[in-house]
């Protein structure tokens, strides 16, 4: 990790499924907070390197990428005589090129309101996104070898626990991802700073000023109602810690993962990574490294 003593790998870390042989396209959904979007296009131009055609979009809402984070964006709202928008989508995405590209969709642009803003959002433009029905159409009916969904919401913040209409996540999904700031981990716990709280404290039996540690954590991930509600049984499912380079040890971040996977939950692996760097992950936790 940049400026930290107790970690400096020396070579990159790629995760396996980036390198995985898999035959039928392959849907991963991001969830949780603290950095989902910025991981999705990191994984979307790592599967475009490696010559798969990438869809990105969201079944929920979500800030407009950049331009440059994509090479070609679809939009719903377009004039189509006869044809309803997500029908007239639909025929859009299947007939696209069959190259390695980095796509994303939507569905139309998102009125501002008077929802809280900050320095990095408000000249952002938020659209919305498309159904989890249209994923499961586009699966083997278009070119895409590889979907990845953000499939929740948190504005902004570094952890949530979902409300009773989240997350949306495609029900073929393969990986679902969990994400996290690791800025909020081994602080206390301060409402203004964990989306849905009262959800959150119910479900982790946390209270306002207690350690967010390995035991409020295990339970957001044990949970059924927690980070991986409605993930499909059969989904691998990854616990992503972002901003690691945020977090006032990083050798407390690793205890603190090799503690929570070893916990009796269905939790695969456990990515450690500070997504805006330019090898991004920085160790990876699994049941059998420990």
Not at 63 to 86: M, T, V, W
Not at 88 to 103: G, V, Y
Not at 152 to 169: F, Q, T, Y
Not at 242 to 262: E, F, M
Request: net charge neutral; charged share 20%; hydrophobic share 35%.
């Amino acid at each position: 990790m940049p400026g930290s003593s107790e970690h400096s790998p020396q070579i990159p870390i790629t995760p396996s499924i980036l390198d995985a042989d898999f035959s039928a396209p392959l849907i991963i959904s991001l969830v949780g907070g603290g950095g989902k979007t910025s991981t999705a296009f990191w994984l979307a131009q790592e599967f475009k390197k490696r010559g798969h055609c990438v869809l990105v979009t969201t079944t929920t809402k979500m800030y407009l990428p950049a331009p440059e984070q994509a090479d070609c964006f679809i939009c719903a709202e377009n004039n189509h005589p006869g044809k309803s928008p997500e029908t007239a989508l639909l025929s859009r995405l299947q007939n696209q090129e069959s190259k390695p590209a980095i796509t994303f969709c939507y569905q139309n642009e998102i009125a501002p309101n008077d929802e809280k803003t900050t320095s990095d959002t408000k000249a952002k433009t938020k659209v919305s996104g498309i159904t989890p029905n249209l994923v499961k159409q586009l699966k083997n009916t278009s070119p895409f070898t590889v979907f990845i969904i953000e499939a929740d919401g948190a504005k902004c913040l570094p952890i949530k626990a979902p409300s009773g209409h989240e997350p949306c996540i495609p029900i073929n999904s393969d990986m679902v991802i969990g994400v996290t700031g690791a800025e909020i981990i081994h602080t206390r716990a301060c409402p203004e700073r964990i989306h849905r709280w009262n959800t959150f404290s119910a479900l982790t039996q946390c209270s306002e000023g207690d350690e967010i540690g390995h035991r409020i954590l295990c339970r957001l991930i044990e949970h059924p109602h927690g980070m991986f509600k409605q993930a499909p049984d059969h989904a691998i499912k990854i616990w992503l810690i972002n901003k690691v380079d945020l977090a006032p040890s990083y050798l407390k971040l690793i205890q603190l993962a090799q503690t929570v996977i070893t916990q009796p939950h269905q939790l695969d692996a456990i990515w450690l990574a500070a997504m805006h760097d330019l090898s991004p992950i920085k160790d990876i936790v699994t049941r059998r490294n420990i």
